[in-house]
């Protein structure tokens, strides 16, 4: 069990962080860690104890000087900062991190404005300040349509952002588009190139963790090096030499936002997980992780990713072991191959315990994440590990990452087909009821799967799976569909048209592109559709008034 001694230190200092971020009450913060150094010397474990009081009481020390920090920072009619990271939003719009010297958190710059802004360039911004939606050391947001560039990326900075503009121009100019988006998110976490529609294909299905860098391709990369050291006859310390130097070049390629630090640590510790390492247990491994972490950005105390990071982490390594012991006999009876058995019994562990955190962040649960997952698992690594050969390639002077890019097209086509066919599978999501009562029946379902698993009814477990999909296949028949040419439609640039249109219309098409993917069908008051074909992608229209996203989503 001592492999164990650190998780009531990590849940105590994580559990104390968390309330004092959310709450700001020093009190509530200082009062958990008391109660647990009570409960651990009640039970006579006096280091435990010692240990629980000093590493907690360490994380809400800083993470109250950071708030503090944040609250006595004079702010300026003009922020002047780094631009540490940018993503483009379904409405056009500029989401960027933006650091500022002195600041003790990075602040989330919602931008409207045409200009360009690259990472790592210092930026001068003014605006609209409110406060953060989502609970922060900071606590402020600034929206704004004035921002100007004092000085682009220099040094290191610049030339990684040529590596990631260069790679993104060859795969854009060497693959198809179902690969376009995904080869670099998957190499450099570059997901410019993703489409609002895709990217939701991939959350539906349980595959945004390979949208874009996670711990899998920490992992893949890792372990890819201490093989071939390892064939190499490399010693030990040459080994870890080697594989550390290579994270440290994958991590600066890709950017040193908190989420790729978070998938650095987390995808080593679940590699160390699958191995069976014997010189550090992997539970170990992941609490001194959370630990190191919460000490660097006390703000990843009350993030999802870092919670579903955590989670997916702690199901490898508690119960992948089960469920391949459970899983090996009867799959072998069966003749599946035993890389087959691992990868699904990865996935379910994964799976099984992040469904109460996402039922909790999105009201929804996808139903094919782990047959998605099995399905794509082998086109992971050849796309991780030749992709950072074609990126090491695209710096040369001759297009030698064509090469390499047109054998990846094949894998990345796979995983984007796997994503739209499971997708568009009948119950492919489910919604949860609002309220802790839907969470609570969503982790009840995740245990019980775990149970029937257990006690080897996997027969039973597939024909139930296999029956349920089915009925959501006959129950969801679609009724007729329509020719919209054959109705009276008219075709609008913006939806402050849609009153304007003449009586009589039967459809009407905004090409507008801006804005949210809509979740429901839309209807004027008079209940003509209204469809947005550029942002919503296809919608068909039946003969009896509804309407369905051919992505699922309603």
Known sequence: MTELRLVPVAAVMWIAVAALIISALHVLALGII????????????????????????????IAALRMNSAQEFVRPDTWVGTAENIKILDSGDQLISFKVEGFPA?????????????????????????????????????STTDIELLSPATGYSAWVNQVRDGFAQSVETSVGESSRGLIPGMVLGDTRLQGTIESQTYIDTGLSHLSAVSGSNVAIVVSSVVVLSYFLTAGPRTRVAASLSALVIFVSLVGFEPSVLRA?????????????????????G????????????????????????????????????LLYLALGPPLARWRVPDIVVRALAVSIAADLVTIPIIALMARQVSLVSVLANVLVDIAVPPITLLGLVAVLASLLPWPVEYVLLKIIEPFTWWI????????????????????????????????????????????????????????????GRLPEQMDPTHMRFVII?????????????????????????????????????????????????????????ADGRF
């Open 34 to 61: 008391v109660v647990a150094v009570m409960v651990a010397v009640a039970f006579k474990h006096w280091g435990q104890g010692l240990v629980i009081g000093a590493v907690s009481l360490g994380g809400v020390a």
């Open 106 to 142: 990075l602040i989330p710059v919602f931008y409207s404005g045409d200009l360009s802004i690259e990472k790592a360039s210092v930026i001068a911004v003014s605006g609209r300040e409110s406060p953060d939606s989502f609970a922060g050391i900071g606590d402020l947001t600034i």
């Open 264 to 284: 650095s640590v987390t995808g080593i510790v679940g590699l160390l997980a699958i191995i069976n390492s014997s010189r550090m247990e992997p539970m170990h």
């Open 286 to 321: 992941l609490c001194l992780a959370v630990i190191f972490l919460l000490f660097y950005d006390s703000n990843l105390a009350v993030q999802y990713g870092f919670l579903l990071s955590c989670a997916a982490t702690a199901g490898i390594v508690v119960l992948n072991p």
């Open 416 to 475: 984007h087909q796997v994503a739209t066919w499971c997708q568009q599978l009948p119950n492919s999501t489910v919604e949860i009821n609002a309220g802790w009562l839907g969470i609570a029946w969503a982790s009840v379902a995740a245990l019980w799967v775990v149970v029937i698993i257990h006690k080897g009814f996997i027969r039973t477990l597939l024909i139930c799976c296999a029956l349920f999909f089915l009925f959501g296949m006959w129950h």
């Open 493 to 549: 640039s913006e939806e402050s048209e849609i009153p304007d249109v003449d009586k009589g219309t039967e459809l009407i098409i905004v090409k507008d592109p801006k804005g949210s993917m809509s979740q429901r069908p839309i209807v004027t008051s008079e209940g003509v559709p209204v469809l947005y074909p550029y942002r919503d992608g296809e919608v068909s229209i039946h003969i009896d008034g509804t309407q369905h996203a």
